[in-house]
């Protein structure tokens, strides 16, 4: 998930190491307060990563390419309306 939007693509992994491929594909909501084109193109630069103080570091050899951290999700509740029997016997 890049902050609003649903993403898929492939990698491989190993150890440290990280290959994304450029073929990522995402729905394109708009995501207020989020660099999700900056995330997106930092990923296929990458072929190295680690976790520091909760944040992701994309490497590119020994170059730090970017650094993101997971934000906060907003809860969203959705409540069902029902009709009690009065308003079904009107209907």
């Not at 590119?60 to 959705?78: F, G, H, M, Y």
Request: charged share 20%; with cysteine.
């Amino acid at each position: 998930n890049t902050g609003c939007n649903n993403m898929r693509g492939t990698f491989t992994s190993t150890d440290s190491s990280i290959s994304i491929s450029e073929q990522i594909i995402s729905t394109k909501m708009a995501c207020p307060g989020y660099n999700e084109d900056g995330f997106l193109k930092s990923l296929p630069k990458a072929n190295h990563y680690r976790f520091e103080n909760g944040m992701m570091i994309l490497m590119l050899d020994a170059t730090e390419v970017s650094r993101w951290s997971r934000q906060p999700v907003k809860a969203t509740i959705k409540t069902a309306r029902t009709k009690t029997a009065a308003q079904s016997e009107r209907a």
